[in-house]
């Protein structure tokens, strides 16, 4: 199929990857975009990223401590040798 269109062959060198570099790096122009709401939160879990979600979440008060707690209790579990 690429090859119909590219007129060229495809295997796995320099040329071909800048062939396909040329499409990934094109913007989408035929005009679909489905916008999805996202929110960005740093990589890794503590309390303030626990406190955030929960805002986020608008969830009550005790369901934040009652997080929050299960948090501190897991942070002095001790991991698991099985596996």
Do not use: H
């Not at 590219?6 to 989408?28: A, R, T």
């Amino acid at each position: 199929m690429c090859e119909k269109i590219l007129g060229k062959n495809f295997d796995n060198n320099d040329d071909s990857m800048s062939i396909i570099e040329q499409f990934v790096d094109k913007d989408y122009e035929y005009g679909w975009v489905a916008p999805i709401e996202e929110e960005i939160f740093p990589k890794g879990l503590n309390e303030e990223i626990i406190c955030k979600i929960s805002e986020r979440k608008e969830e009550p008060n005790w369901m934040t401590e009652w997080r929050l707690n299960a948090y501190r209790i897991w942070l002095n579990m001790k991991e698991p040798r099985w596996a």
